[in-house]
């Protein structure tokens, strides 16, 4: 099978010109992708946003004592809960994110973290 002549991609004014351009054309006309290699970006971090959440009394309690038994803040403990149930809801419904993996996290049991500075003080929950 003859090998596909690709079309050379255009110089774009503008990032929107650039953007317009992939949207109404396709890549297989300008890109081998059989010699495309994965991009590892390792440090790059999940785009994050702020919600706010009501949560009962007595719930936030357990949950900043299970954080303070580990010695992390409680966001991030609540934060690897969410993620950990959401992978196995869609586990069981056959899907699978990457977007879920959380940085720095190889399992879902956190331990204490080490600190730069030495030992951290314990945190204790608020009220």
């Given at each position: 099978m003859p090998k596909k002549r690709l079309k050379?991609?255009?110089?774009?004014?503008t990032e929107?010109?650039?953007r317009q351009f992939w949207a109404t054309h396709d890549t297989v006309d300008y890109i081998d992708w059989s010699k495309a290699k994965r991009a590892v970006f390792p440090n790059l971090r999940p785009s994050t946003e702020t919600i706010s959440l009501r949560l009962p009394a007595p719930l936030l309690a357990d949950l900043k004592t299970l954080a303070n038994e580990r010695d992390v803040?409680?966001?991030s403990l609540l934060k690897v809960y969410l993620a950990e149930q959401v992978r196995q809801e869609q586990a069981a419904a056959g899907q699978h994110n990457p977007r879920l993996q959380l940085p720095g996290r190889t399992h879902g049991g956190l331990g204490p973290s080490p600190s730069p500075k030495g030992s951290r003080a314990r945190r204790t929950p608020r009220s």
């Open positions: 050379s991609i255009p110089r774009f004014q929107a010109a650039e803040p409680y966001q």
